[in-house]
């Protein structure tokens, strides 16, 4: 898929307001433990793609348009994936997980923090398509805050 | 977002030709240990996805459209991602993967089944928008055909 069908593509998108995320309530998980193993999985692949790019947006690694284009799109697709995981009767804190107990007293706000943070990732994917390291910064570092953000509200 | 929005957007990716994945050849993985563990990460949560939509296909659990469609959207867009773990220099075949040196002998073969896969999961994403398990059946079949034909070959 070259440059500019990505554009195309991420135009569309944005276009047809999917700047937020399908969260689902319910969700067909066996039980809570794999439910907590999904997500967990799933937000481990996000973070990889994340500390890659933030490697280059650091400097600690050349910028390379390319693959930081290929890490921003991966990153959009997982934007919307973990949150399923957390929908589940029982997959509440517990020794092999880090999730706080406020998620699910706050499951609205939390629910619109998913979706926040997938525009932020469709944004970044949008940019990234730029191919301007000048351009990407600021909207890799405020998505960045809200990643923060969440972790200091929700995660252990 | 609704099912009208989803099947929207679904005709928007295929018309710009989004049938086919952006598999990169190249990847910024730190060393090929993390490149195995992603793409076994990224497979795994797949699986899961793959697995719920087939106890429905089989009947081991009742089918719902709303479930299904979530768990084909999440699908298609984790089609994407596995494959560039597999894509770093010395993420060979050795005790952490079931991956088969087949790969790299057959390179493009791999990369057009990977191509292949994706065009499945967007096919079955958009026949789950539908609703009706008797239009899924097929084509969540001919996707799972795929599926093992790629494990024979390629998986241990």
Known sequence: MNKLTITAVTTALLSFGIAGNAMADKHAFNDAE???????????I???NFAAMGDMVKGDVAFDAAIFQQRAEDFARLSHIPWAG??????????????????W???DEFKQRTVDFTADAEKLAEVAAGGSLDDIKPVFMAAAK???????NYKD
């Open 105 to 107: 007293d706050n499951w």
């Open 34 to 44: 794999s439910a907590v193993e999904y997500r967990q999985n799933a937000l481990s």
């Open 86 to 103: 957390f929908s589940v009767d029982g997959a509440m804190p517990g020794d092999n997980t880090d999730a706080l107990p406020e998620i």
């Open 146 to 152: 809200n990643c923060k953000g969440c972790h200091d």
């Open 46 to 48: 996000m973070r990889d």
